[in-house]
C-alpha cells in the first residue's frame, strides 16, 4: 500500500491516529479543567509507567486540552545529567516568558501586571535570555537565586491573577524523575502551597514508575499532594482499535491472523502497535491485510526495535552493567530478585549496589519493590535473548 498515506506514526510522544485506552486518564484532567473553571481547587496529576506506554502522548494531550482553556502553561523535559539542574531552570524561566507575552498584550489587569513583572523578575535572575515580556521587572519577586523561594513566590503572584479569569497556571513535566533533587523539592513545595492556598497552579507530570518514591523523597507529603495514575497496556479491545480504526479509516482491513498475530506481537504496548502497523501497511500489497504480511511485519519490526529502541538503551549500559542486565533477563520481564541475580553472577548481593544504582540513575531499571529490580523498557529481554549466549553468563561474570 501507499506509504505516502500510511496512518501510524511510531515516534517518542508523536500522538497516535487513534488514541484508545486512554479514556480515564484524560476525563480525569477534564475534571480538573472543569473545577479551575467553577473556581474550585483540586490536585495535581502524575503518570507513571514503562518505556512505550504513551505516558508523552498523554501529557502533550493534557497541555493541548489546557490551552484550549487559556490556561498559562509551560513544559520541561528533565534530564539525568548535570547539566539538567541549570537547563530546567532556563528553560522554565523562557517557556514561562514566551507563554506569558499574549497575556501581557490583551489588556491585562493590574494584578496581571504584577505578576507579568514577577516573571520577568525570574527571567532576568535566571539568565534566560532570548525572550522578553518589556515588562519592568517586580523587584524582590521571585529573584533571590533560591529555587524553591523563587517558584512558590511566582505561584503566588501568578496564580491569584488567573484565577480573577477562571483560568491556572500548569507546569507539565517529562521524564520527572531525571529532575535535580532542588528542582523536585521546590515544584513539589509549590504544590503544596498552591493546595493549601487554593491557588490555581498544578503540576502535572509524567515518568518511570520510580517517580512517585522520588517524589516522597524529595518531600514525604508529595503522596498527599498528587493524584498518581499508572498508565500501563492496552485491553485487547483497545490495541485492536489502535490498529484496526486508523486502518479502516483509509479503505484497508485485517484479517483474523493477521490482527492476532500483530496483537500478540505488540502486547498491548502502544509504541509497538505503531510499530508494526507501519510496519505491515508498507508492506502489505492490497487493501486487505493477511496473516504473511502480519509475520513479514513482525520481524522486520522487531529487527527495526533492536535497531533503534533497545540498542541505544543498550549502549548507555557499562560492560559491567550489561552483564548484570543479562543476568536480569533470565526471568522475562518479571522483576528479578536482586539476590537471584546476584547468585547467577557468583557474587554478594551487596556488590551489586552501584551498578543497580547507576542502571536506575540512567533509566533503564527500576525497583518495583524492596530487594527487586526490572527492566523500564518493555520487552528488553527478549531483545538480550536475542543478542547474548545466556549459557556464557558465568564465564562473562567471571
Request: hydrophobic share 45%; aromatic share 6%; no cysteine.
Amino acid at each position: 500500500m501507499d506509504s505516502a498515506l500510511n496512518p501510524f506514526n511510531p515516534g517518542s510522544g508523536r500522538r497516535p491516529p487513534e488514541l484508545a485506552g486512554r479514556t480515564l486518564e484524560l476525563e480525569a484532567f477534564d475534571t480538573l479543567r472543569a473545577r479551575v473553571a467553577n473556581s474550585l481547587s483540586d490536585r495535581g496529576i502524575v503518570l507513571t509507567g514503562l518505556r512505550g506506554v504513551g505516558k508523552t502522548v498523554l501529557l502533550n494531550e493534557m497541555q493541548r486540552m489546557a490551552s484550549e482553556q487559556d490556561w498559562l502553561t509551560v513544559r520541561l523535559e528533565a534530564r539525568p545529567d548535570g547539566a539538567g539542574a541549570i537547563s530546567a531552570r532556563r528553560l522554565l524561566a523562557r517557556e514561562l516568558v514566551a507563554a506569558s507575552r499574549k497575556l501581557a498584550r490583551s489588556s491585562p489587569t493590574a494584578r496581571m501586571k504584577e505578576a507579568l513583572g514577577t516573571i520577568s523578575s525570574f527571567n532576568f535572575k535566571v539568565g534566560a535570555t532570548g525572550v522578553s515580556l518589556s515588562i519592568d521587572r517586580m523587584e524582590g519577586r521571585a529573584d533571590s537565586g533560591d529555587s524553591e523561594i523563587d517558584l512558590l513566590e511566582l505561584v503566588e503572584d501568578v496564580a491569584p491573577a488567573l484565577a480573577e479569569r477562571r483560568r491556572a497556571f500548569g507546569i507539565f513535566v517529562d521524564e520527572m524523575q531525571d529532575l535535580d533533587l532542588e528542582m523536585s523539592r521546590a515544584l513539589v513545595a509549590a504544590q503544596h502551597a498552591a493546595n493549601q492556598r487554593d491557588l490555581p497552579f498544578y503540576i502535572i507530570g509524567a515518568g518511570l514508575p520510580s517517580l512517585p518514591r522520588v517524589l516522597t523523597e524529595a518531600r514525604s507529603y508529595a503522596e498527599r499532594l498528587f493524584e498518581y495514575r499508572v498508565i500501563g497496556r492496552l485491553s485487547e479491545a483497545d490495541a485492536t482499535l489502535a490498529l484496526t480504526e486508523p486502518a479502516q479509516r483509509l479503505g484497508a482491513a485485517f484479517t483474523a491472523d493477521a490482527l492476532r498475530v500483530l496483537l500478540d506481537a505488540a502486547d498491548g504496548y502502544p509504541y509497538f502497535i505503531q510499530v508494526f502497523g507501519r510496519t505491515v501497511w508498507n508492506l502489505a500489497a492490497g487493501p486487505v491485510i493477511d496473516v504473511d504480511d502480519a509475520i513479514a511485519a513482525v520481524q522486520f519490526g522487531v529487527e527495526q526495535l533492536d535497531a533503534g529502541f533497545y540498542q541505544s538503551r543498550w549502549e548507555r549500559a557499562t560492560p559491567a552493567e550489561r552483564r548484570l542486565m543479562v543476568a536480569m533477563a533470565i526471568d522475562g520481564d518479571l522483576p528479578s530478585s536482586t539476590a537471584a541475580v546476584a547468585e547467577r553472577l557468583n557474587q554478594q548481593p551487596s556488590s551489586l549496589g552501584p551498578f543497580r544504582a547507576r542502571l536506575i540513575g540512567k533509566g533503564l531499571l527500576y525497583s518495583p519493590e524492596h530487594g527487586q529490580i526490572a527492566f523500564t523498557v518493555p520487552g528488553m529481554a527478549d531483545h538480550i535473548h536475542r543478542r547474548v549466549d545466556l549459557d556464557q553468563l558465568n564465564d562473562g561474570a567471571r
